[in-house]
């Protein structure tokens, strides 16, 4: 079904007027948009990760743990793990932070499991969400990649 409405000869005029200005509101509209300030990217300065931050991810395993962070930068790892081809149990890391923000990384350089096992050393790869939560994976030393998991601020620097 076809519906055809005939304009006089003012309304056609009026429309094909109006259109262009419409159009050009519009478009001025995007620019402006387009121009506005962006949010401020987070720098160094603005966000401390000093603290404790906790996780959980599963990758071949749960891995559940917490890490510190230290006022020059270091990082301490406590964790668990159940699951996977290997009996449940902890591992304890240690390294630094590299924040570049809005990116941080966390870079574990010795890891020692409780039950003798070698265990390859994590590196977390974040994006902070906020000043209490990064977007994180893992890749350890070996080249495993978790899933997405989120660091979360347990406790503030003391």
Not at 86 to 109: D, H, K, L, N, W
Not at 118 to 128: K, W
Not at 140 to 150: N, V
Request: proline share 6%; net charge positive.
């Amino acid at each position: 079904m076809r519906y055809h409405t005939t304009l006089s000869r003012t309304e056609g005029w009026l429309l094909s007027k109006t259109k262009p200005i419409g159009t050009i509101a519009l478009l001025a509209s995007l620019v402006a948009a387009t121009q506005a300030t962006p949010a401020p990217a987070l720098r160094e300065g603005d966000v401390t990760l000093l603290g404790q931050w906790q996780y959980t991810y599963v990758s071949n395993a749960t891995y559940t743990g917490v890490v510190v962070v230290g006022a020059q930068g270091s990082a301490k790892l406590t964790a668990t793990w159940s699951g996977g081809q290997f009996p449940s149990g902890t591992v304890s890391q240690s390294g630094y932070v590299r924040p570049a923000m809005p990116e941080v990384e966390f870079i574990f350089t010795a890891a020692a499991a409780s039950n003798g096992h070698p265990y390859n050393p994590d590196h977390f790869h974040c994006t902070m969400l906020s000043s209490n939560a990064l977007d994180c994976y893992n890749v350890d030393t070996a080249g495993s990649t978790s899933a997405k998991f989120i660091l979360s601020r347990i406790a503030a620097p003391r």
